[in-house]
C-alpha cells in the first residue's frame, strides 16, 4: 500500500499575515477551499492543496502541540534562500543532512510552527 501525505493543517491566529508568508516566503498559491462555514485557506503546490489554514480556535479539534516541523523541498535551495532574504526573514544557517546531498534550513511561521526547507 502506497501512502503519500495529503496536507498540513496550521492553526493561524493571523490568518492573511499566514497567507502572505506561505504565499511569499515559500512559494505556494492560494487557492479554491471548500465552504466549510468557518474562516480558512487552502494553499496549493502546483495542483495540491498542502496547507490548510484554520483560524486559530476554529475548524477542526485536533491539537498541534505534536507537530515538530512542516518541510517543504527545493530543487534550488539557494533561490529558495534568496526570496528569503529578499524578505527580510531569518532562518537558521543552511546544514547537511547526514549521508545525504541536501542541506535545510528551519524558520518559523507567524504562528510559530517551525518551517523546514530543503534541497540541493
Do not use: C
Not at 48 to 70: C, D, F, M, Y
Not at 88 to 105: M, V
Request: avoid cysteine; proline fraction near 6%.
Amino acid at each position: 500500500m502506497a501512502v503519500t501525505l495529503n496536507h498540513v493543517n496550521v492553526r493561524a491566529s493571523n490568518l492573511e499575515e499566514t497567507i502572505a508568508f506561505y504565499v511569499r516566503a515559500i512559494g505556494l498559491t492560494e487557492g479554491w477551499r471548500p465552504s466549510f462555514g468557518f474562516p480558512g485557506a487552502w494553499l496549493y503546490a502546483g495542483e495540491t492543496p498542502v496547507v490548510h489554514l484554520t483560524l486559530e480556535g476554529r475548524g477542526t479539534a485536533s491539537g498541534s502541540e505534536g507537530v515538530a516541523h512542516i518541510a517543504f523541498a527545493f530543487d534550488d535551495l539557494d533561490a529558495a534562500l534568496k526570496r528569503l532574504d529578499q524578505l527580510g526573514l531569518r532562518y537558521s544557517p543552511p546544514s547537511r543532512q547526514p549521508g545525504t546531498g541536501l542541506r535545510q534550513i528551519f524558520l518559523v511561521d507567524p504562528n510559530g510552527v517551525a518551517v523546514e526547507l530543503q534541497g540541493r
